[in-house]
């Protein structure tokens, strides 16, 4: 990579941080071009030269998230207690060092695809996406760090474990403070039909 292109991943970077700030605090139709090149201290001229209006910063950080939400996918993958995974997740949702989408933005991003069909859209691909990494995971074999379930039981436990993980930020958003002993038994619970193995079929008479 040449060093212009450095600089323009670097400003590229910038930008969206900034806007997931302005996002953050004020929603995204609240969030203009104007303020975020002021939390970026570039000028608005600057910011189009990279993207050609806010709905373009808005999908370029939905598929920005693609590769860290793929990362932690891997690391469920490697978790000895995916339970006290999880619970890790949901106390990580508000620490800016995971570079995740914060739970008010994640929120927010999920009002706005009601309401844009391009947001809609790109948050309907990204949720097959995520969907597709999780069915591989469960429907692997266990000596590769799988579970073993048939194709369509995995797809059906897959899109469950994702219900599980994005009701997780909810909750954060709603009580981010509650019982972590109440929650770790209430994910467990919950995980034991997500990942449990079928039952062998029965022999034919």
Known sequence: MSSADDRALAQRTRILDAAQVCFQKSGF????????????????????????NKNAIILAIIASQ???????????????????????????QCDPEQQQISVPLFLEMSAEATRDPEIAQAVRQFDDTILSEFTDWLSRSPENNGFGLPQDIAAERALGLMCL????????????????????KAIDASLTNFVKQLPPASPAD
């Open 66 to 92: 693609l590769d860290i939400i793929r990362q932690r996918i891997r690391d469920l993958r490697a978790a000895e207690d995916l339970g006290a995974a999880l619970l890790d997740y949901f106390d990580s």
């Open 165 to 184: 993980i994005e009701g997780l930020k909810v909750r954060k958003a709603r009580n981010p403070d509650m019982d972590r002993a109440l929650l770790k």
């Open 29 to 52: 139709h609240c969030g203009s071009m104007a303020t975020i090149a002021q939390t970026a201290d570039m000028s608005a001229g600057l910011i189009y030269r990279y993207f050609e």
